[in-house]
């Protein structure tokens, strides 16, 4: 079963993402989504990442509240810093993180994360993986926000995958 359905829940959910915005269910419509989440799968199958062991997945939802929290601050945040910023410019700059997490998994995620939170961009990872490279939109004290992306984002991933 494996070997045909390397992955059931993103042939699932690929078939519903056909199907949503495609606005039909048609059954046109449902045979193209059932093939595409049948045949997307298997095409892609050497793409995939090493299987995922989630060893505390109950972190995951405050993981989720904590982003959804900051994602709201830092839109409050850049459209204040964009508005005032003939009166008092961004410090913008490029900052290193260090980073603890080595699960590519992690840093997936760590990677999505921080290009949804508003002000801050994924530059560069170092080849060993020690260290982040982040551009800041506007940047007070580098080691406080270390501090909070190390707290609020690397600690809780390296709970959930290592």
Same mark, same amino acid.
């Given at each position: 079963?494996?070997?045909?359905?390397?992955?059931?829940?993103?042939?699932?959910?690929? @078939?519903?993402?056909?199907?949503?915005?495609?606005?039909? &269910?048609?059954?046109?419509?449902?045979?193209?989504?059932?093939?595409?989440?049948?045949?997307?799968?298997?095409?892609?199958?050497?793409?995939?990442?090493?299987?995922?062991?989630?060893?505390?997945?109950? +972190?995951?939802?405050?993981?989720?509240?904590?982003?959804?929290?900051?994602?709201?601050?830092?839109?409050?945040?850049?459209?204040?810093?964009?508005?005032?910023?003939?009166?008092?410019?961004? !410090?913008?700059?490029?900052?290193? +993180?260090?980073?603890?997490?080595?699960?590519?998994?992690?840093?997936?995620?760590?990677?999505?994360?921080?290009?949804?939170?508003?002000?801050?961009? @994924?530059?560069?990872?170092?080849?060993?993986?020690?260290? *982040?490279? *982040? !551009?800041?939109?506007?940047?007070?004290?580098?080691?406080?926000? &270390?501090? !909070?992306?190390?707290?609020?984002?690397?600690?809780?991933?390296?709970?959930?995958?290592?």
């Amino acid at each position: 079963m494996k070997r045909l359905f390397p992955a059931p829940w993103l042939s699932l959910a690929l @078939w519903l993402l056909w199907l949503v915005l495609n606005q039909s &269910i048609s059954p046109g419509n449902l045979l193209l989504g059932a093939i595409l989440g049948f045949c997307a799968p298997l095409m892609m199958r050497k793409l995939r990442p090493l299987p995922i062991r989630i060893r505390r997945p109950g +972190v995951i939802l405050r993981l989720i509240f904590l982003v959804g929290c900051d994602v709201l601050a830092s839109n409050l945040a850049v459209a204040w810093g964009v508005l005032n910023a003939g009166r008092r410019p961004p !410090h913008s700059k490029f900052i290193k +993180v260090p980073l603890d997490l080595r699960d590519a998994n992690g840093l997936a995620a760590l990677s999505m994360i921080t290009t949804v939170i508003p002000g801050t961009v @994924w530059s560069e990872l170092a080849l060993d993986r020690s260290i *982040l490279m *982040l !551009h800041v939109f506007d940047l007070d004290d580098e080691a406080q926000f &270390i501090q !909070h992306f190390k707290a609020t984002y690397e600690r809780p991933l390296m709970e959930i995958f290592e």
